[in-house]
RNA sequence: GGCGGGUUGGCGGAGAGGUUACGCAGCGGAUUGCAAAUCCGUGAAGACCGGUUCGAUUCCGGUACCCGCCUCCA
């Protein structure tokens, strides 16, 4: 069986991934809030953890892998969202989960095992602040709970902060009902315009990180896997759930193996809207960038890494794409992918490396086409984008060819070269060959610009 | 201030302590009426300074610069 290799963040280093149950591997990833569409920065975790889901079902089985992606549907940003435009909370987070499923899917993505929403476990998170106060590790304090971070010794291991470290850097929130500044919020009261639940300590809502210890406990166990994410949810929200996963559930362990994936620029800069270069999926896919071109630029640089969206990139990968579509077209996938794929995909997902790989295998299109599926490329349903328009250009070809015939024994090509330049003007692609001549609409075809027949 | 990532040939971007990465672009050739496409070949690198080593772009230490997180935006 195949080793697959890690770069596990707790660790610092890269080590053999060996599942508590090779059965049911188990992985949890951090999902959006829904508020709003998804940025490009949004879609990098998205794409590269797909990987690692079909790498495990390629490995373990597709039947032997769960895969646990949530929705933040409570949150301080939808609200101030509903405030704004006057729309019902519920009316905001379906239609952007809606957008979020459309969108991830067209970077082929596949859809996660679970995918559960944070306000579908309220009385889970409660239950587990209660179990938390019982076990001494949290408070109550006007009408807020806290998780009390001394109460946990390794509070900051996963990040490599300790806690004084942190308080001297000192842009913490300074409330009075702290024990101490890093303490943060498991529950917090709710003003009558705001959502909010029943609960010990009033009418109020979860705090941040106490849905993905609540719903990863539901669903894959007080110890599992994987947990992914972006390296911003380093500090403090993973180490949050680790605090409130490890302390309810001693001993458990929680996620073995911390995957994160480093942050996306633009052309050389953070994305920001204050950069004015702040942009969603959606508004690439409307400017014709299909979803498979934002999926193997991204594959392209290692996840551990840095990535810089370009527009030079993109329309590269594109032009890659187009060509490896061209040889796979009408191609059965080969029963498994190139060994050489797996292995690097295998060796912490090194998507580069695969992707070198691809291009090593493109004089078998069978094993190509099966090996880029592992990466979610070349699958038949994303390839819409790279189909030649259907046009029967036979009449232009035969014309074409019985101009040059002609100009073979008058050795004036003018009027062969004139409608050459015609076509190709037209977007077509031509090519002339002692086996005769061959016309192919291109990227740029347009049918309106073709030239007539006389 | 604390923590973390990066720096490779014209561009993008990997692996490996010693042997060609790869892709795109360039150049040369085959082919073509000319092209296109295709095929063959080819030059070009490892931020800087030290150390370890027979040998380092690859390991170790330091410097510089870029970027991110710690703060609403991933």
């Keep these: ?244 996963s490890c302390c309810a559930h001693p001993g458990a362990g929680f996620a073995r193996y911390w995957l994160h994936n480093e942050m996306l620029q633009v052309e050389g800069k953070k994305m920001s809207k204050s950069l004015g270069n702040f942009f969603t999926v959606r508004d690439l896919l409307d400017k014709g960038i299909p979803g498979e071109v934002i999926r193997f630029v991204f594959l392209q640089t290692h996840y551990g890494k840095p990535m810089d969206w370009t527009a030079e990139k993109a329309a590269q990968a594109k032009a890659t794409l187009r060509k490896w579509r061209g040889l796979v077209a009408g191609i059965e996938p080969a029963p498994s992918p190139a060994p050489a794929v797996v292995a690097a995909l295998a060796d912490d997902l090194n998507t580069a490396g695969a992707i070198a790989e691809l291009h090593a295998l493109t004089g078998d299109p069978a094993v190509l086409k099966a090996s880029a599926a592992l990466l979610g490329l070349l699958d038949d349903a994303m390839g819409d984008w790279a189909a030649a328009p259907a046009v029967d250009l036979s009449a232009h070809a035969a014309h074409l060819a019985a101009l040059r015939e002609a100009a073979m024994q008058s050795k004036d090509f003018a009027a062969v070269d004139a409608m050459k330049a015609a076509l190709m003007a037209a977007g077509v692609e031509v090519r002339m060959s002692k086996a005769g001549v061959e016309l192919l609409p291109g990227p740029g075809f347009d049918a309106a610009r073709l030239p007539g027949l006389c």
């Excluded at 807020?144 to 390794?154: E, M, N, T, Y």
């Excluded at 609960?199 to 809502?205: A, E, F, Q, V």
């Design 1 to 244: 069986m195949t080793t697959i290799r890690l770069h596990n963040t707790k660790t610092r280093r890269k080590e053999d991934f060996v599942p508590i149950d090779p059965a049911n591997v188990r992985v949890y990833c951090c999902g959006p809030t829904v508020y709003d569409r998804a940025h490009l920065g949004n879609a990098r975790p998205v794409v590269v953890f797909d990987v690692l889901f079909r790498l495990l079902r390629h490995v373990y089985g597709a039947d032997h892998v769960t895969y646990v992606r949530n929705f933040t549907d409570v949150d301080d940003k939808i609200n101030a969202k509903a405030a704004e435009t006057g729309r019902p909370i519920r009316d905001i987070t379906e239609e952007t989960i809606a957008w979020y499923h459309a969108d991830m899917d067209a970077l082929g993505a596949l859809r996660p095992t679970h995918e559960p929403r944070a306000t579908d476990y309220i009385a889970q998170m409660i239950a587990m602040i209660q179990d938390l106060i019982a076990r001494g590790h949290a408070y109550a304090a006007e009408g807020h709970v806290l998780f009390d971070v001394r109460s946990f010794a390794d509070y900051g291991q996963l990040s490599g902060r300790s806690v004084d470290d942190m308080i001297a850097g000192a842009r913490v929130e300074v409330a009075p009902y702290k024990r101490d500044p890093m303490d943060f919020v498991l529950w917090k009261p709710s003003s009558d315009d705001l959502p909010g639940w029943d609960s010990p300590w009033g009418r109020g809502r979860p705090g941040w990180h106490i849905e993905c210890s609540a719903m990863s406990f539901e669903l894959l166990g007080a110890g599992f896997d994987i947990h992914a994410g972006g390296i911003d949810l380093q500090f403090p929200h993973h180490e949050n759930e680790i605090a409130q």
